[in-house]
């Protein structure tokens, strides 16, 4: 048997402890980051007929909607979003 004093023992338990603390400690800070508000390289677009918002490509000019197929044209209001 392996003799281990006292001050190893608690020793060993603390790092251990530690170690156990750190490995809980990291992924939370990992996943923590992707959950932040980021700039979606699509644009928002609007229905003017059944006022459905779905996404486009900001290269198209042209959509569909996909609710109820009407085909428009897309303008450009700036860089930001109305509601």
């Known amino acids: 048997m392996i003799s281990l004093s ?25 996943f923590r980051h992707p ?10 677009c ?12 900001p290269q198209q000019n042209q959509a569909a909607c996909p609710a109820c197929k009407e085909r428009f044209r897309i303008r450009c209001r700036g860089n930001f979003l109305r509601y």
């Open 46 to 57: 609007r229905c003017p007929k059944c006022h459905y918002s779905f996404f486009v490509p």
């Open 6 to 30: 006292l001050d190893w023992f608690l020793l060993a338990v603390l790092g251990v402890g530690l170690l156990a603390l750190v490995m809980l400690w990291v992924p939370q800070l990992w």
């Open 35 to 44: 959950h932040r508000w980021s700039n979606s390289e699509l644009q928002i």
